[in-house]
């Protein structure tokens, strides 16, 4: 089964979230570099800014004290005692051209200037590390939420898959009700098909009727009026046979009449004079002769009309036939679509597949004894192979033989559950088995108890209720119900 679309859809979104968030991560991740990048650069501008000021401030204290001394040196005169060191100047100093201060000022400043915008700078590196930093820290904890949260759903291309198949699910849903619905229209247009072939063969019944009412005469066969080709067959084979008679007696006719001529001139002639003297007025002769003319066109005319009968007899067994195919394919279709045929249907299946594997049981417990099998009416049947293969009613067997029957039945159905479920069923996983057992022979009871321990040895659970000693000591775990004041159970593992 294909689970919900909702929350698949929502899953896919979260997919996606997740993808945008991780590229964003990976992007962030990139930037972030760069920043640190950026921030060690200003780190070093900053320290190469700090060492130009001290380099200033360096020496715009020498040229300040240089001015300092020189000015100072300015005030000594030779053989005068220094104000500083109170020694005798023997020799005024010889100072070089002091620097100028205003440049080591302006040097300083610009320095200063140069340091001030390198910590500005490096503060805004810093500030967008950190800004950076904190987005890659939330980034990182939607990634985190986002993957607990697609934790309970499949991965993205299962997800993918899984709507996949679903859209693909509700086309084919939407083409099996188009198709169902063409089929319908397409049953509705056999069915007006079919009427107006009806329709079409009783008006040529019609046409057959009126083209034997004419041959009435020659003793045509008698018609079926059920089967219009075997008819028109049937007519046209007799007018077939007929007609190399007819045309000989034709002919032989002709010829009695060419030489009937003159006897019949005589013959005329005697009856006019008859005729004459009974004062009767005979018609003339011609006349005589185009009726039997007539006659005989007529005759051909009914031949032509026979043999295109038989062209359309022809073309209608074919139209027929393939109405018929038609008519059987509507039908079968009409059949299969009704909910109690195609329920009819399933059930038949299922129960024709519980009978193969319950009459395999039933041939092993029985000795090679006895099969199961259904009738037309799906009533059990039982195959009895001791007596040349009889077929005859479950209900003749004895009670041992019932209940093999029965316990063949039962384990055919627990074998098989799954399968005759719809949607698939999980396998039966217990089965309990109620007496039943007391009819049986030792050789048979032996059978059943193999029986039962094999299927036990198939992870599944068995319970055996009976009073049988003997197979009641093959049961591994036993619970004994004793009777007295009050009942009592007890549990004994053997």
Same mark, same amino acid.
């Given at each position: ?9 929502? +899953? ?30 200003? !780190?070093? %501008? *900053? ?6 000021? $001290? /380099? ?6 020498? =040229?300040? /004290? ?9 005030? @000594? ?40 915008? #390198? ?21 990182? /904890?939607?990634?985190? #939420? ?26 084919? *849903?939407?083409?099996? +009700? ?16 079919? %009427? ?12 057959? $009727? ?18 219009? &080709? ?17 045309? =000989? ?18 013959? !005329?002639?005697?009856?006019? #004079? ?13 006349? !005589? ?24 007899? +022809? ?8 109405? &018929? ?6 039908? &079968?279709?009409?059949?299969?679509? %009704? ?39 799906? $009533? ?26 029965? @316990? ?46 094999? @299927? ?8 055996? *209720? ?15 119900? %004793?009777?007295?004041?009050? &009942?009592? *159970? ?5």
């Amino acid at each position: 089964l294909l689970p919900d679309r909702d929350p698949l859809i929502a +899953a896919r979104q979260e997919h996606i979230r997740r993808a945008e968030l991780i590229a964003r991560d990976e992007a962030k991740r990139v930037e972030l570099k760069e920043l640190r990048d950026s921030e060690a650069f200003a !780190v070093s %501008s *900053v320290e190469a800014a700090e060492k130009l000021v $001290d /380099e200033a401030t360096s020496g715009w204290n020498a =040229a300040k /004290e240089e001015h300092a001394a020189q000015h100072f040196a300015g005030s @000594l005169v030779e053989g005068e005692p220094c104000p500083v060191c109170l020694q005798v100047v023997d020799r005024l100093p010889a100072h070089p051209v002091a620097p100028d201060l205003a440049a080591k000022q302006v040097e300083l400043e610009v320095a200063h200037a140069d340091r001030d915008r #390198a910590r500005t700078l490096l503060a805004q590196a810093q500030g967008a590390r950190l800004t950076t930093e904190g987005t890659l820290a939330t980034l990182q /904890e939607e990634i985190t #939420a986002a993957g607990l949260a697609l934790a309970q759903h499949p991965v993205a291309d299962e997800v993918t898959r899984l709507l996949d198949a679903i859209d693909a699910a509700d086309a084919a *849903v939407k083409a099996a +009700a188009a198709a169902e619905k063409q089929a319908r229209a397409e049953l509705q247009t056999k069915v007006r098909a079919h %009427s107006t072939l009806k329709d079409k063969e009783r008006a040529l019944f019609r046409d057959f $009727d009126s083209v034997r009412d004419g041959l009435v005469g020659l003793l045509p066969p008698s018609a079926t009026r059920t089967d219009l &080709s075997r008819d028109w067959t049937e007519l046209t084979e007799w007018a077939t046979q007929q007609a190399p008679a007819l045309a =000989a007696q034709a002919s032989d006719a002709r010829r009695r009449a060419e030489g009937a001529k003159g006897e019949r001139a005589r013959i !005329v002639a005697e009856l006019e #004079a008859s005729c004459r003297e009974c004062s009767i007025d005979l018609p003339p002769a011609e006349e !005589v002769e185009h009726a039997v003319v007539v006659a005989f066109e007529r005759a051909l005319a009914h031949l032509a009309k026979i043999e295109d009968g038989i062209k359309v007899a +022809a073309e209608m067994r074919t139209e027929i036939k393939a109405a &018929s195919i038609e008519g059987e394919v509507a039908g &079968s279709l009409a059949h299969h679509l %009704s909910a109690t045929g195609f329920e009819r249907w399933i059930v038949n299946e299922a129960l024709g597949r519980l009978v193969e594997g319950a009459s395999a049981i039933l041939l092993e417990l029985s000795g090679d004894g006895y099969s199961l099998a259904l009738n037309e009416a799906g $009533d059990f049947q039982v195959i009895d192979h001791h007596n040349a293969n009889e077929t005859r009613s479950a209900k003749t067997l004895s009670g041992g033989e019932t209940f093999l029957a029965s @316990l063949s039945l039962a384990l055919a159905l627990a074998e098989h559950l799954s399968e005759l479920a719809a949607g698939g069923a999980a396998r039966l996983e217990a089965i309990f088995l109620d007496e039943g057992f007391g009819t049986l022979d030792s050789d048979t009871l032996d059978t059943v108890a193999a029986t039962v321990e094999n @299927l036990a040895s198939k992870d599944r659970m068995v319970g055996v *209720v009976t009073h049988v000693r003997e197979l009641a000591d093959r049961v591994p775990v036993q619970y004994q119900v %004793s009777k007295g004041l009050t &009942s009592t *159970v007890n549990r004994v593992a053997l």
